[in-house]
């Protein structure tokens, strides 16, 4: 059974930095490319991050890039999203995903799904 869990959520003022991870298990990690979403209320969700699966390639939409890095250890079946200069609108539930087909930036292109940790950035 495919079992991903999310941590490091929290309440953080604007312009601090959080460090989510995902723990994986269940499923061959290293062959996986790894995304991350989040989902604000009454929102799509939204790809921030993707990494591929050795790790040497990465892929931002505008709205974080600079701001977000995503890493993974393979070793240890986790992926990471470092976030760096906090928003206000930033604040939504953030999800991993793993990669089954078609384009990076679309959340249908994934399954697997964790069940979320919550960001949420004060002014």
């Known amino acids: 059974q495919v079992q991903l869990v999310e941590s490091g959520g929290g309440l953080v003022q604007a312009g601090g930095s959080l460090r989510l991870s995902c723990a994986a298990s269940?499923?061959?990690?290293?062959?996986?490319?790894m995304g991350w979403f989040r989902q604000a209320p009454g929102k799509e969700r939204e790809f921030v991050g993707g990494?591929?699966?050795?790790?040497?390639?990465?892929y931002y939409p505008d709205s974080v890039k600079g701001r977000f890095t995503i890493s993974r250890d393979n070793a240890k079946n986790t992926v990471y999203l470092q976030m760096n200069s906090l928003k206000p609108e930033d604040t939504a539930v953030y999800y991993c995903?793993?990669?089954?087909?078609?384009?990076?930036?679309?959340?249908?292109?994934?399954?697997?799904w964790g069940q979320g940790t919550q960001v949420t950035v004060s002014s």
């Open positions: 269940g499923l061959i990690f290293s062959t996986y490319f």
């Open positions: 990494i591929s699966r050795g790790g040497s390639n990465t």
């Open positions: 995903a793993g990669h089954i087909g078609g384009s990076y930036y679309s959340s249908g292109s994934y399954a697997y």
